[in-house]
């Protein structure tokens, strides 16, 4: 059995389908405080908050658990600002009830959502695994300690894990099954096509004086079915007795704030209102990454790197959810 941690949220509820597809048996824990319970196409789901470290013991007692994939987190880069305890809490004290539960009941196999938000500000671009990790907000910096925890918990208790370091992810379920519905909508995609059908007034572009061509903030976006297809091959991988370790996924494209807009404003075929705005606290000015090891070592292939083909998939499922998941 499979524990999918945060499988109801917007990249773990994608990675459930993938699995299903796979015949895999999964067992979703999420306290469906950000997560939606109809996201979670099949499989047991267990509503549970992992602060309460029993409750995720007994779990792991009760279920004859094979691997962990760890996706519940909290994951807005500006809240981590300001509030960093509540980051630190959720996403590094909260993985460490898990991984004690594993290594209590002998579980091996962790897939961990990482970001790259562990770079920082990047000396250079496209950025590779090596590259030094230096983040520049509480968000990063969560996810960078469970990292180096997992190295640890390798040498010390034969954990044997993967860390995919996620570059922005977007996009929406190919068959219109499933979609991104965080409330509040933080992240640019999403935003701009809600601004689109009207449920947004208008966006705030966050800064247009970076060192950039356009003088907006560049980004690699990565569709959200490719990241989920990334989880099940890192599955494969740890099967096969694969060493692990980290790997970002991107599409090693870069494309600014303002190309984002002119694509979304190109799939929806009308202008979309925005707003020059001061930057955002917390922002590096380019993140696109090299994925050439998921390529060679898992075998990854994202299969829609095109940036208006991500676009026009979120296009189709907020078309038809205007309410998200309660539609
Ligand atoms: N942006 C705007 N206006 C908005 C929202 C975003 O201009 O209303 C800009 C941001 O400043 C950034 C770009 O659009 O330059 C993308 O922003 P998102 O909020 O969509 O995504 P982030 O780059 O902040 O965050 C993503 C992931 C995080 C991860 C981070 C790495 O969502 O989990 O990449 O820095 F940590």
Sequence with gaps: MIVVTGGAGYIGSHTVKSLLARRE??????DLSEGHRDA????KLETIDLGDREAVR??????????VI????LCSVPDSVRDPDRYFRANVENTLHLLSAMVETHVRFFIFSSSAATYGTPER????????????????LTKLQVEDALRWYGESHGLRSVSLRYF??????????????????GHLVPL??????????RVSLFGDDYVTPDGTCIRDYVHVTDLADAHCLALDALRRGGDGGVFNLGNGAG???????????????????????????GDPPVLVASSDRAARELGWKPKFADLDVIVSTAWNWIREHPDGYDN
Excluded: M, W
Aim: some cysteine; aromatic content about 4%; overall charge negative.
């Design 255 to 281: 494309y600014s704030v303002r190309s984002v807009v002119a694509a979304a404003e190109r799939v929806v075929g009308k202008p979309i209102p925005t707003q020059i705005a001061p930057r955002r606290p």
């Design 168 to 185: 922005n992810a977007a996009g929406a379920d190919p068959d219109g099954d499933l979609g991104e519905d965080h409330r509040p909508e």
């Design 58 to 67: 007994e779990i792991f007692h009760r279920e004859p658990i094979e691997a």
């Design 70 to 73: 760890h996706f519940a987190a």
């Design 40 to 43: 979670v196409l099949g499989g």
């Design 25 to 30: 048996p999964i067992v979703v824990l999420d």
């Design 125 to 140: 671009t496209p950025i590779a695994e090596d590259h030094r990790c230096a983040p520049i907000n509480p968000y990063g």
């Design 192 to 201: 701009l096509l809600r601004a689109a059908i009207g449920r947004v007034p």
